[in-house]
């Protein structure tokens, strides 16, 4: 039987990992979230101190092994690292580690493996552009840098108090962050030509979720 991809690919902060995770469960489908790979690396190269900028000084990922569980936890050589991922050190440093050509290959070749074995739901910047060009269905979605910034600064409101979080700061990060992948020599984010454009700005996330999981069901059977 033939196996199921869907990309979704888009901007930071547009609320891809929520969406695609729920719309996993949903349809039964495996969860991919590219983004935590990239982040993953970045974590081990932190922590190994190399210059980050140097691609010789990457070998350790040959002898690196990156796993996603079912539960949606992250390990890095068997380290449980679901919640180092996200600091800001690494949210910092992750758009240079993954422009590296070294750092792609080895995750987009580890990504495509995935995608071979079991229907997916693969979130990222490049996953319907290159990752799956040959993906059921592409989603490209996205919302306005404020809408953006709005949600990651209420989010973090849930753990931090309200002094340690500054709303222009994560606006300014977020516009980072979209020129840097953006303007990436190697698979930049960008839309897929035959990807579907989605603006999640005035929805909520069931909403999108509806309507993502009604185009999936429309051009694929299950
Ligand atoms: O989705 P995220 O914010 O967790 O992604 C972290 C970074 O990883 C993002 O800034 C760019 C990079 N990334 C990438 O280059 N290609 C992907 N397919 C996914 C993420």
Redesign the pocket.
Known sequence: MKVINVAI?GP??AG??TIAKMLAKKLNFVYI???????AITYKALKLNINLGDESQYQFLDSTNIQLTEDDRVLIDGEDVTKEIRERDV?NH??AV??LKIV?EK?VNL?REMAKKTNVIM?????GSH?LTDAQVKIYLTASVDERAKRRYLELLQTKAKSEVDYDKLKEEINR?DY??SN?EL?P?KQAEDALLVDTSNYSIDEVINKLSEIILGRVNI
């Not at 979130?123 to 996953?127: K, L, N, Q, V």
């Open positions: 690919d930071a902060g891809k990992s979230d590219t983004g935590a790979m990239y982040r949210t992750v758009s993954s422009s792609r995750l990504q979130d990222g910047r490049d996953i990752v962050r840097l992948d990436r698979n984010l």
